[in-house]
């Protein structure tokens, strides 16, 4: 169940936040979630340590966020020795002699809370059960507030990738057994820790099921991209459908794949052209080069406004995998229409979902982008009702307001001795 609104604690709280690999930059949906929600909380009023495993040479947060980091050696376990372990993929690969040396050491402070950011940190939950420090005032250790900052069920989105993998059978065979793994590894995080965090009001359903006794609270992404003041679509734009993302994660890649090979054929047709930028692996780029008629691959750009304005509609044909879609904001207030398969717009509101074109699958998406490219009108009635719809719902600011009075929410509740708080004080910042 979602908590009420706590009041602000007198004194900043003190923060633990143990996630996979330094979130910057912020070029995918997941490390924008981390990054952006750490910010956030950081400014309600939390004095906040990151440990993490550095990445690309990235092994620190922006001085500027005020941000205490931890960079944990020795990089992560190499994938064929991960897949030997009971825990799923992406535990194994981060759960490394280094960062259990690293928590260990950690859990020895005094935390007010401590977040496992996504469920590939569930290993790290044990060395936080048992109270840490001295005894207070009423006798009693303190032990942390455990929140788990979730960015999918992910036992539905392993799930789903298993389900709808289209490639070589041993490796449909290795993602159903991890799918297993997954799901057994979220629902223990989901009944051990005091509070989680769900990205969209499914999300907390599904781990309500998992997990009936424990706290939740829904947080949406925020956004602080570009907005765009005005934009007109009509027959001068080109007849262009564009795709923003970063398609190295097996999920994305096979939904880029299935609706490549099933719009590239269709567009051509069609005369419509398909723009994908973003990262990828070079087997995906060699395919949609050598096979494709009707789609460019532009890699990673700085600067998407001239390709946004460019396209008549924003595809989101994500089948396989759940959760909120930040791509979604993107397009949203760069004013660029969205169609999408339905499911895949879970978390948004409805007014919202209404100005886009939903379809039931990957086929009828294709379908119904080439019934709407000529329809300009439409088109930029769609991207001015998006906009309008969605202007004031997405500010980050809120997201760390709700998850900091979440957990002194938890804090209050908690059996153990707790710094005194009072019932009303505004939050700090630095």
Known sequence: MTQPIAASPARRLKGLWLAREFPHPLDTGDRIYTAQLIRAVREAGCDLTLAAIPQDGVDRMPDEWGVNCVPVPGGRTPSWRALLSAMPMVAATHAT???????QRLAMQDWDFVVIDQYGMGWAIPFFTQPAGQAGPAGQ??????VHVAHDHEASVCRSLAHGFRGNPLKKLALRLNAVKAGTLERRIARQVDLLTAITDEDAALFRQDAPGTASVVLTPGYDGTIFDSRTIDEH???????????????????????????DPAFAKAGIELHVIG???????EHIRTQCKATVVHGFVDDLEPHMRA??????????????????LD????RVPVATIAHAAAGLPGHVRGSMIQSEDMASLVRDIIGHIDQVEQLD????????AAAALYRWSDRGVALRDAIVARMRQAPREVKAL?????????
């Open 331 to 334: 397009y949203i207030f760069s």
């Open 381 to 388: 009635a769609r991207q001015a009702q998006a906009l309008e």
């Open 97 to 103: 002699p280094a960062y259990r040396s690293v928590v």
């Open 237 to 263: 734009v080109p007849r262009r459908v564009i795709m923003v993302g970063s398609y190295k994660w097996m999920a994305k890649e096979e939904n880029l794949r299935q609706f490549v090979n099933e719009a």
């Open 141 to 146: 250790a303190r032990k942390p507030v455990l």
């Open 311 to 328: 396209a008549r509609i924003a595809a989101v044909p994500e089948a396989i995998g759940g959760g909120f879609k930040l791509k979604f």
């Open 422 to 430: 009072p019932a009303r004080v505004g939050a700090t910042s630095s």
């Open 279 to 285: 990262s990828m692996n070079e087997g995906m780029k």
